[in-house]
């Protein structure tokens, strides 16, 4: 790496961001750059896996390695670069209907693994890249494409599934709150262990029930004093869907799926066929 420090233009890619004028991901992709640039993640050791929809295209936008995977398959091979090559800094971006929808399955046991990686899961309750259906996150009586006369399913709630399923890293963040996004970002990185971040990123081509304008009214930060250990008061706060408070949620320091894996070899490695098994992963 350059004596010169990395700036903020040298996490950009040659290719200009295409979403729609106004779009949140725009909102989201500038504070990521400028934790890359903080970070001074070094662009050849950084790894961005993304699934399908309009987030699918962060990769593409980052002067970085980048993978864009099939629908709902982001964490699996985001997993898979990190367990194979864990020096390297890993990042998995998808949406809510590429990781609550078909990729719902794999979110629990990233979670339980604990492995040493951010997932940046960008929620605009609608698909947006397929012009506008109900999404596993839309609220009830909200019309679309696919719910002409109102949605009629109880939308999930990710920052409930990620505490329930004890993710070590928690935090929530909007795109119209871009200087809280930068720090989450760092801290989600620099987190050894699975760090995942719920971010909602307004649509505002196909989605004109849940905008910038309704989710400034309910956007609030958490207390100042907030226990990020605490995950039965997490747990409650994110039960009141009334308001969408942004911040570190909860935060758990305990071995990673990379570090069992060391334990394991050790406890193993009297057997040479085992130890042989994991010198792979050094």
């Known amino acids: 790496m350059s004596d010169t420090a990395l700036k903020v233009a040298d996490y950009k890619s040659d290719l200009r961001p295409i979403w729609c004028s106004g779009c949140g991901d725009y909102g989201v992709i500038t504070p990521f750059y400028q934790a890359m640039a903080e970070l001074q993640l070094v662009p050849k050791d950084t790894v961005i896996v993304s699934g399908i929809g309009c987030s699918g295209r962060f990769p593409y936008f980052c002067n970085t390695y980048g993978f864009h995977g099939v629908h709902g398959r982001a964490l699996p091979t985001a997993a898979g670069v990190k367990i194979s090559r864990p020096d390297l800094t890993v990042v998995a971006v998808g949406g809510d209907g590429d990781g609550l929808g078909i990729g719902g399955g794999h979110v629990a046991h990233v979670c339980r693994k604990n492995i040493n990686m951010t997932y940046i899961l960008i929620d605009n309750s609608i698909y947006g890249l397929t012009k506008g259906q ?11 494409k696919t719910a002409p006369y109102a949605y009629i399913e109880d939308p999930l709630n990710p920052l409930l599934m990620m505490l ?88 758990d320091e305990r071995p990673t799926i990379h570090t069992r894996l060391d334990e394991l070899e050790e406890r193993s490695g009297h057997y040479e066929d085992m130890g042989g098994l994991f010198a792979k992963y050094k």
């Open 164 to 251: 329930a399923y004890n993710a070590s890293f928690i935090g929530r963040g909007y795109s119209g709150k871009p200087k809280v996004l930068k720090d989450l970002f760092t801290q989600a990185i620099q987190h050894e262990g699975f760090s995942m971040l719920h971010i909602f990123a307004p649509c505002v081509s196909m989605n004109k029930q849940v905008t910038f304008k309704t989710m400034n009214k309910i956007v609030e930060p958490l207390p100042e004093d907030w226990d990020t250990g605490n995950r039965a008061k997490a747990m409650e706060m994110a039960l009141d869907t009334s308001k969408f408070r942004t911040g570190v949620v909860y935060k």
């Open 134 to 144: 109900s999404s596993p996150t839309s609220p009830l009586d909200m019309t679309s």
